[in-house]
């Protein structure tokens, strides 16, 4: 297990389509979050998993955002109806339950046009 | 209401010498601190961390300074080398945010040969 996986890397979307992006965790770890980032920001909190009940969302997961981890493995963050104010780096991270550390992946960068 | 926040957008400093990064927060229930790197097209990777019950913690060439009652921290680097240049962001966490961190907007750090 080499750390946290993300793909795609980038997807270019046109506005109104519907995105999906996955994220596979560092295997032991029971947490899992997902940030966006956008240019000059640090990223932003959106969800948070422990295991496989979503835990806490964050006010910027509109209803437009849905996210899953079905078997507390993989995660999934579903984005319906793209607008261009989506266009962000969306950024998945696992963890242990006791260390505030987290370990990112490299990131999904979202384009849509 | 950003409540971390780098007054700093960038940063250079010459190899071997000291690099200062600094952070600022708001909100009096963050409990402990973390400061991450990040390179381009790469997720964030942690750097090192303080729990508010220390004022000080060191790994080899980092070290990272809390001040509570100014709600400020900062991360030195000593001696920098180039291969420190990246983004630095802060994050804050607290038993009162979950599992959340807050970021703040991160500070190109150069370090020149």
């Known amino acids: 297990d080499t750390g946290v996986s993300q793909n795609p890397r980038h997807k270019i979307t046109k506005r109104g389509q519907n995105v999906t992006f996955r994220c596979d965790p560092i295997?032991?770890?029971?947490?899992l979050y997902w940030y966006r980032q956008t240019l000059g920001q640090g990223p932003e909190f959106l969800t948070y998993?422990?295991?496989?009940?979503?835990?806490?969302k964050s006010r910027l997961l509109s209803d437009r955002f849905s996210a899953e981890r079905p078997k507390g493995s993989f995660s999934t963050l579903e984005i319906q109806r793209t607008e261009q104010g989506d266009s962000a780096m969306y950024l998945c991270?696992?963890?242990?339950?006791?260390?505030?550390?987290?370990?990112f992946g490299s990131g999904t960068r979202l384009t849509v046009v | 209401d950003q409540q971390v926040k780098q007054n700093s957008p960038s940063l250079s400093v010459q190899e071997g010498r000291i690099s200062i990064l600094n952070c600022d927060y708001t909100?009096?229930?963050?409990?402990?601190f973390l400061w991450y790197k990040k390179y381009p097209a790469e997720g964030p990777t942690f750097l090192i961390s303080?729990?508010?019950?220390?004022d000080k913690n060191e790994d080899g060439r980092f070290t990272v300074f809390l001040n509570k009652s100014a709600k400020h921290l900062s991360l030195h680097i000593v001696p920098s080398q180039p291969g420190d240049s990246a983004v630095y962001f802060c994050?804050?966490?607290?038993?009162?945010?979950?599992?959340?961190?807050?970021f703040g907007e991160g500070t190109q750090l150069t370090v020149n040969p």
């Open positions: 909100n009096s229930m963050f409990d402990y």
């Open positions: 295997s032991e770890h029971n947490r």
């Open positions: 991270a696992s963890s242990p339950d006791t260390f505030y550390g987290y370990t």
């Open positions: 303080i729990s508010s019950i220390k």
């Open positions: 994050a804050a966490g607290g038993e009162t945010s979950g599992s959340r961190l807050t």
């Open positions: 998993f422990q295991n496989e009940a979503q835990l806490e």
